[in-house]
């Protein structure tokens, strides 16, 4: 079993900044890579940014100088520092990790979800 704990989300003015978490914990050999998704209200689920082994990076557009993927690749968690966020922000904000399990499947998980909410 693993699991994908996020944490961090909450209501912020427009132009503030937050901080998501995301630890992965469990059955674990490996992990590929990290990233989380955003899903607004009546919109389908978009990559935000990701992570990957060997330390590459991938952002949307829309994302790009504003916030920023990091990874802590000992306590298997991700963050992601988003800056100057704007109204259209909002949305419920998902952890994404490919895991290794021990049975050497390579998997996809999914966190609960964290509600990010910015206010104009």
């Known amino acids: 079993q693993v699991q994908l704990v996020e944490s961090g989300g909450g209501l912020v003015q427009a132009g503030g900044s937050l901080r998501l978490s995301c630890a992965a914990s469990?059955?674990?050999?490996?992990?590929?890579?990290m990233g989380w998704y955003r899903q607004a209200p009546g919109k389908q689920r978009e990559l935000v940014a990701a992570?990957?082994?060997?330390?590459?990076?991938n952002y949307a557009d829309f994302v790009k100088g504003r916030f920023a993927i990091s990874r802590d690749n000992t306590k298997n968690t991700v963050f992601l520092q988003m800056n100057s966020l704007k109204p259209e922000d909002t949305a419920v904000y998902y952890c994404?990790?490919?895991?290794?399990?021990?049975?050497?499947?390579?998997?996809?998980?999914w966190g609960q979800g964290t509600q990010v909410t910015v206010s104009s």
């Open positions: 469990g059955s674990i050999l490996s992990i590929n890579s």
């Open positions: 994404n990790a490919r895991i290794k399990t021990p049975q050497l499947l390579w998997l996809t998980y």
């Open positions: 992570s990957v082994s060997g330390g590459g990076t």
